[in-house]
C-alpha cells in the first residue's frame, strides 16, 4: 500500500538541465511566427459572419452572458464559455462587432504561439532547445490547417481551447517546478475551465500526466506524481456529467468501424507529417495508388526516421510530449465523430497542431546540429524550414482569397435586406456555399472554405448581420451556373423551371449570385410582378404578344443600368429570347446582354397571359469610350431559327431590324 501511496506524493525534484546556447532564437522565433501568423490573418477582419456564427448568435439573443452555463436548449452543443464572452461584448460595444471579435481570435493565436515557444523550450532538455522553442514558434504561426479555425468566429472554439490548454500546462509545469500551490490551483481551475469552451478540453488532464511523464522521462523526479492528473480528472469528469445532462441538440454518428477509424487516422498521419504529405499527391499519380496507401508510404518511413533520431539524440521527453499531445487532442474526433466531417473540417487538427510543430520543431533543430554545427546543416535546415513555410503560407493565403471572393455577397444580402419592404420575401439564387480549389495540395480531403452550411437557413445570416430578421429563401438553379477555375458549392434547394417560377411569384425582388474569376457579387435581376398595367403604359408591342418599356435606367462609373418591364399580351409557346445592344456614336454594336428575362431565370413561356416581369440589365461602357450618342436597342428572337418577332412603337409604328430603340444617351466621357 505504501508504494502505491507514494504516486500520490509529490516526489522530489532535480532541476539538473543542461545548458543552452543562446536564447535569440527561441525570441527571433516568437517575433517573427507571431508577425506571419498577424501578415496572414489581418485581411480577415473585415470577412462577414461564417458558418454557424448566425445559429450562435441568434441563440445568445435571448439569453444573457449567465445563461449559457445553465442551459444548452436549441443550441447544438454545451460550449458556454466563448458564447460568454461574445454576449458580454455585444452588451459593452451594443451590437456584435465581427472585426473585433475576429481579432480575438487572431490574439489567441499569437498568444499560443508565445506559449508553444515556450512549452517547446521545456520539454527540450538539450543545449539547442531554444531553437526548437523559436522554430516551432515559426511553425504555429503558419500552420496550415489554422485556416479556418481563426477566421471563423464561432465562440472562439479553437483559439480560445488551445490558449487554456496551453495555458494549463505551462502554469501546472512551473507549479510543479516552484512547488507552488498557488500556480497549482491556477492550473487546475484552467483544467476545469478548457471543456467550458469546447469537448477538446475534456483532454485537459490527460496533458497534466503528459508533464508528469515528461519530468520523468526528464529524470527530475524518480516516479510520476498522479495526484495532479487525477484532481484534473475529477474536474473534467464533473463538465462531462454536466454535458450529458443538459439539454441540448446532440450529434450523432454511431459507434466508430474500422474503415472510419483507418480512415480518420490517415487524415490525422497526414496533418502530423503536413511538410512531406504533398509527396503523396506525386505517388499517385505516378503510381494510381490510392490516397490512403499513399499517405502511409509517404509519411510513416519519414515519420519513424524522425523517431530514430530524436531517440537517438537522447530527445525522448520532446518525442513523448508532441506524439502525446497530437494523440489526445485528436482521439474525441477519431471515436466520436465521422469520417466526412473530419475530412471537411480541417480546423480538427488546430488543437493537435500544438503537437506537430513542436514534433517538427525539435526534428529541424536536431538536424542543424547540437555540438557541432556546421554551416552546411545550418543551410541546410534553414532552406527545409523556409520550403515548408513557403508551402503553409502559399496555402493559407489562397484560402483566404476564398473566403474574401465570398465576402461581398454576404454583406451585400445583409444591405439588401436593410433596405427592402419589411414583408417582401428576397429571392436569393446561387448563393455561396463552400468554394475550393481544384487542385489538390493534400492527398485526402479537399481543403477548402465553408461559407454557410447547407443546415444553416440564409434569413439566419441576415438576422446576424442586421440584428433584424427579414423574410428570404436561397434556391440553387443549375442551368445558370457559371464554370469557374475553382470548385464552388450553393446554397438552398435544387429547383428546376416550374418550381423556380412557383418562387419567383411568391417573392418580391430577386437577386442572382454572379461568380467570376476574382469577384463574387449579387445582381438585383428584377422581379416578377402580378401587378395588372394598362397596355398603354407600354412603349413597343412585339408582334401583339409581349409589350415592353424602360421604366428606369442609370448610368455610373461606365456602368449603364436598365429596368425593363415586360407585359405577357398572350400567352407565349415559343421560345423567345430577349437581346439588349448597346449601340455607338458610329452606331455599330459594342455591347450587348442577351437571354432569358431576370438574368437567364424567367423565360416568357413560363408565365400565364397577363404576367408582368421586371427585367434588369446592366450594358458595360468600354473603356475610353469616346463622347457622342449611344443608343439602347431591345428586341425578342428565336434562338432556334434567329428569326426576330417584329416591333411596333405606340403609334403602330414598325421599328427599323425589329429593334426597339428604348434609350438615347449624350455621353460625356468627363
Known sequence: MNRWLRFFRRPLFTPAIRSATSRWPIYLGLIFGVWLSFMLYAGTLSLPFLQEDSTHIRWLSWHDPIEPFFSAEGAPAYRPLGKSIIKVWYLILGHHDRIWL?????AFNALNIALIAALASWVDNSRHRYWTGGIAAILFGTFPFAYQAIPWINNFFYPLANFLLLAMTAVYWQARVRHSNRLLALALFLCFLAPFEIEYGLMASGLLFTVELIFWLQKRQPYPWLTGPLLGLALNLLFLVRSLT????????????SSRLLLISTYFLQGLMYPISPAAIWLMELTGMGDVAAIWLVSLPVLLLMIALLLRQRQGALLAFSLLWFALLNLPALVFVDFDYVVNSPRLLYPP???????????????????????????????????????????VRERNFYYRLAERPLLQLAEIARQAPVKEELLVVNFPSWLS?????????????????????????????????????AIQFANIRQEQPYYYGMLGEHVAYEKLAEYL????????TDWDTDQVELLHAGRVSGTPFESGEFSFNFDDTVQLKLDDNTLQDNKLTLNLQWLLHQKVDDDLTVFVHLYGPDGQLINQADGYPLSGMSPFWLWPAGQTLLDQRILDLPDESPPGVYQVGVGLY????????????ATGTAQPNSVARVLTINYDEE
Open 437 to 473: 480549389p481544384r487542385e489538390r495540395t493534400f492527398a485526402m480531403g479537399n481543403h477548402g472554405v465553408q461559407i454557410i452550411p447547407f443546415y444553416i437557413n440564409i434569413q439566419e445570416l441576415i438576422y446576424a448581420h442586421n440584428e433584424i430578421d427579414h423574410p428570404a429563401r
Open 638 to 649: 428565336n434562338p432556334v431559327n434567329g428569326n426576330r418577332l417584329p416591333v411596333y412603337d
Open 505 to 512: 411569384a411568391q417573392s418580391g425582388d430577386v437577386y442572382l
Open 353 to 395: 497542431g500544438v503537437g506537430i510543430v513542436i514534433l517538427w520543431g525539435g526534428f529541424l533543430a536536431v538536424l542543424a546540429g547540437e555540438r557541432e554545427r556546421s554551416t552546411f546543416r545550418l543551410v541546410f535546415t534553414g532552406f527545409l524550414l523556409l520550403l515548408i513555410l513557403a508551402s503553409s503560407i502559399t496555402f
Open 102 to 106: 475576429r481579432f480575438h481570435n487572431i
Open 246 to 257: 443538459i439539454p441540448k441538440q446532440t450529434y450523432a454518428f454511431g459507434p466508430p468501424t
